[in-house]
C-alpha cells in the first residue's frame, strides 16, 4: 500500500497488535544514504518512542514494526548524518485501526462443553454415512439376486 510518495507498507491497513513492513524511497535513498534510521512512536505524545535501523536494499531502506495499541502511528527518518526527513516538520502519521474481531467464536457459543463430543459425533456421522452407501449399494443386488459371494477355496 502506498500510502505517501515514498512510503510503502506490505499491507492495506494498519491495524493494532500486528506487525507492518515499511518501505521508505524518499530524500535518503535518492541521495544514497549508508544508513537510515526510522525514529516513532505512537499517539500524539510519541508514546514508546524508539528507533530502529532500517535495512538497505535495491527497493529502498525497509524495517518491521509491531503497532501497539493506539489511535497513530507517528514517524520520521534520519540518515548517518543526523539529517531528518520529517515531511516538511509535519511527521508523517497514519491512523490505527482496532483488529476486527467478528470473526473469533467465543467458548461455548454453540453450547458445546466437551471438544470431544464434537470429534464422537463427527465419527458416528460418518458411521451411518458408510452404512447408508452400504444399503444404497448393495440392497437392490440382494432383492434382484444379482449379488454373488466370494466363495473361499479350500
Known sequence: MELLKNIFFNTDKLVQNSTVKISYTGKFFEENSEEVYIHYGFGENWDNLSEIKMEKTELGFQTELFLLESDTLNFCFKNEN?????????????????????????????????????????????????????????????????????????
Not at 464434537?118 to 465419527?123: A, D, F, M, S
Request: aromatic share 14%; with cysteine.
Open 82 to 154: 543526523n539529517e531528518w526527513d520529517n515531511n516538511n516538520s509535519e511527521n508523517y502519521i497514519f491512523e490505527l485501526e482496532a483488529p476486527c474481531l467478528d470473526l473469533i467464536v467465543k467458548d461455548n457459543v454453540y453450547g458445546i462443553d466437551r471438544p470431544n463430543r464434537l470429534r464422537k459425533t463427527y465419527i458416528w456421522s460418518k458411521k451411518i454415512r458408510i452404512a447408508v452407501y452400504k444399503i444404497i449399494r448393495y440392497f437392490p443386488k440382494l432383492i434382484t439376486g444379482n449379488y454373488k459371494r466370494k466363495i473361499e477355496e479350500k
